[in-house]
DNA sequence: GCCAACGTTGGC
DNA sequence: GCCAACGTTGGC
């Protein structure tokens, strides 16, 4: 199922990618909680904006790394509202289009719920049995907030060993 | 570091 | 509205 055909309303179950060197599982962990700020892909926005509801689960990937993969758990913890980096001249992700009257971009919050005692890897998934269709594993998905159905989340749980 | 895939921009 | 050019993502 392509993401865009996905249906919004029934999502509780969602993928977000970081780099670990800008922010990894560890650095959740220690604090905790954070803004997910940054997005700037519209299609990633109208997941924060129209799916991700407060205690929906989280599987964290690590992107652009060796190897890249699922690395943890995490949850929503403040549903979407403004995304203020984006009204900063100085941040990285600044961008004129969006104000406060008017903003475009959206972020929300996560906190930490789990580190994966084995990192589950891309080459993993996608020669795992039963993740057909998981929009990570498909050729060229750049989509930094994806949705994920629940049988998908669950056994990538028991591949991390949760 | 390379480059394919993708999203966005802007000329027409 | 089309599409070429461009910038970015992210696996390899």
Known sequence: MAAS???IGMANYWLVKSEPSCFSI??????ESTHWDGVRNYQA???MRDGMKLGDKVLYYHSNCDPPGVVGVA???REAYPDFTAWDPTNDHFDPKSTP???IWMMMDIKFVAK???EV????LKQAEGLEGLVVIQKGSRL???PVSEAHFALICQMGGL
């Open 144 to 146: 930094s907030v994806q």
């Open 45 to 47: 926005r109208n997941f």
């Open 5 to 7: 055909e996905y249906n």
């Open 116 to 118: 994966f005692p084995r």
């Open 101 to 103: 009257d008017n903003p």
């Open 26 to 31: 560890d650095e959740l962990a220690q604090v």
């Open 75 to 77: 949850e929503v913890s």
């Open 121 to 124: 890897s891309l080459p993993e």
